[in-house]
């Protein structure tokens, strides 16, 4: 029902900023929480970030929190993802995912449906 683009990966240098977006085709974008998740080699994908429908409501991993920030634009259909202060542990491919519902974005990528196909973001020391 949602498809999703990701854009904005690069090659940052550790203390540097990178701003990730995300955009959806779809005429029911407004009705999907978004959030963010990353997968770095050989590891599982995990949560990075979380917005409600309407981004009222954020929620964020502890290893991003004062860090990054997510926000999304119901009228350009977009969700980006603000980095500040990289760390070389962020280095990863950085997903954007939807779903009807906040709490299940919050609980992780098993139960998500709606996937972009990932940007790189490589952070060096």
């Known amino acids: 029902q949602v498809q999703l683009v990701e854009s904005g990966g690069g090659l940052v240098q550790a203390g540097g900023s990178l701003s990730l977006s995300c955009a959806a085709s779809g005429r029911t974008f407004s009705s999907y929480a978004m959030g963010w998740f990353r997968q770095a080699p050989g590891k599982e994908r995990e949560f990075v970030a979380a917005?409600?429908?309407?981004?009222?409501?954020?929620y964020y991993a502890d290893s991003v929190k004062g860090r990054f920030t997510i926000s999304r634009d119901n009228v350009k259909n977009m969700v980006y993802l603000q980095m500040n202060s990289l760390k070389p542990e962020d280095t990863a491919v950085y997903y954007c995912?939807?779903?009807?519902?906040?709490?299940?974005?919050?609980?992780?990528?098993?139960?998500?449906?709606?996937w972009g196909q990932g940007t790189q973001v490589t952070v060096s020391s």
């Open positions: 917005i409600s429908r309407s981004g009222g409501s954020t």
């Open positions: 995912a939807a779903d009807r519902q906040y709490s299940t974005i919050v609980a992780g990528p098993r139960r998500l449906d709606y």
